[in-house]
Nanobody
Framework: QVHLVESGGGLVQTGGSLRLSCLASELAFSRSIMGWFRQAPGKEREFVAATTWNGRSTFYADSVKGRFTISRDNAKNTVYLQMRSLKIEDTAVYYC??????????????????WGRGTQVTVSS
């Protein structure tokens, strides 16, 4: 069973930056597509970004494109989410997950499993 632990969240002002980390417990991590998702209060969980196993292909939600960068270090079993130019609407709990359904779209939340517990990101004015 893969365990994912997110870290790096916190309180930041608009326009600021944060880097989130997601540490995986399983060596098979290096062969998996990994994704970041977020859930704001009262809203459904939504796709943020994903990366293929080698990091060569990345995918982003339109709302974060150009501001967020997903990357991974397979030697450290870690995937990162660098967030820049943060906006108040980026406030949410951020989760990482492993894509477990190969046939589903990389943007499909239901394609992912082994969710971490999340890390809170709060952007204030």
């Amino acid at each position: 069973q893969v365990h994912l632990v997110e870290s790096g969240g916190g309180l930041v002002q608009t326009g600021g930056s944060l880097r989130l980390s997601c540490l995986a417990s399983e060596l098979a991590f290096s062969r998996s597509i990994m994704g970041w998702f977020r859930q704001a209060p009262g809203k459904e969980r939504e796709f943020v970004a994903a990366t293929t196993w080698n990091g060569r292909s990345t995918f982003y939600a339109d709302s974060v494109k150009g501001r967020f960068t997903i990357s991974r270090d397979n030697a450290k079993n870690t995937v990162y989410l660098q967030m820049r130019s943060l906006k108040i609407e980026d406030t949410a709990v951020y989760y990482c997950a492993e894509k477990i359904l190969n046939s589903a779209s990389v943007y499909d939340l239901n394609a992912y499993g082994h969710w971490g517990r999340g890390t809170q990101v709060t952007v204030s004015s």
